[in-house]
């Protein structure tokens, strides 16, 4: 089973600045076609998580440029640049290699001060 | 536009089973790839199980194993969760989600999310 690690548990970030999540997995996230199944959500307070990056890197339909997936392999990186209010919420990293396995990461809280 | 909506709240005792609905529309399911996630009060996401209908397959977590079972009817575009032997720990919000395609597969990767079900087991 592949287990997914994110830090920080939480952050807090003042609006404007830049919110960087880490996600690490345990084993090697890149398939035999060539592609990396990780996948970034935002969990926010009373919504359904929302899909934010699919494939390491690609944002999905209507997610700002200002989120930016990066990271290949076992590591990986969310960056948030010019943070909003609206980006309040948990942050997930999900991996789904394997069809039909799917494992999350522990969430990141971010909090704006 | 694809959307997900679940079906409505459920208070269950401890022992019994749940049965969540899921029913698409703008979209089929038989194409896609349905999972089940679970958040508990004050935890994270867990992923139950999932399907791909048009392969008739469907795999579980190893911590539901047993107790769970996710179907699909084509007819009404419905998936449906059932959850048995419920326990207090099983209390939580359960969410259905439905993949995308990218380059041809469209199969991985929860795009498209229902808005929830609150299911409280209580005595």
């Known amino acids: 089973e592949i287990v997914m690690t994110q830090t920080p548990l939480s952050l807090s970030v003042t609006p404007g600045q830049t919110a960087s999540i880490s996600c690490k997995s345990s084993?090697?996230?890149?398939?035999?076609?060539?592609?990396?199944?990780l996948y970034w959500y935002v969990h926010k307070p009373g919504q359904s998580p929302q899909l934010l990056i699919y494939e390491g890197s690609r944002r999905f339909s209507g997610v700002p440029d200002r989120f930016t997936g990066s990271g290949s392999g076992t590591d990986f990186t969310l960056k948030i640049s010019r943070v909003e209010a609206e980006d309040v919420g948990v942050y997930y990293c999900m991996q789904n290699k394997e069809l039909l396995v799917l494992t999350f990461g522990g969430g990141t809280k971010v909090e704006i001060k | 536009q694809v959307q997900l909506v679940q079906s409505g709240a459920e208070v269950k005792k401890p022992g019994s089973s749940v049965k969540v609905a899921c029913k698409a529309s703008?979209?089929?399911?038989?194409?896609?790839?349905i999972n089940w996630v679970r958040q508990a009060p004050g935890q994270g996401l867990e992923w139950m199980g999932g399907t791909i209908p048009m392969f008739d397959k469907a795999k579980y977590a190893q911590k539901f194993q047993g107790r769970v079972t996710i179907t699909t009817d084509e007819s009404t575009s419905t998936a449906y969760l059932e959850l048995s032997s419920l326990r207090s720990e099983d209390t939580g919000v359960y969410y259905c989600?439905?993949?995308?395609?990218?380059?041809?597969?469209?199969?991985?990767?929860?795009?498209?999310w229902g808005q929830g079900t609150l299911v409280t087991v209580s005595s």
């Open positions: 989600a439905r993949t995308y395609c990218s380059d041809g597969n469209c199969w991985r990767g929860p795009a498209y």
């Open positions: 703008g979209a089929t399911l038989s194409s896609y790839g």
């Open positions: 084993q090697s996230l890149l398939h035999s076609d060539g592609k990396t199944y």
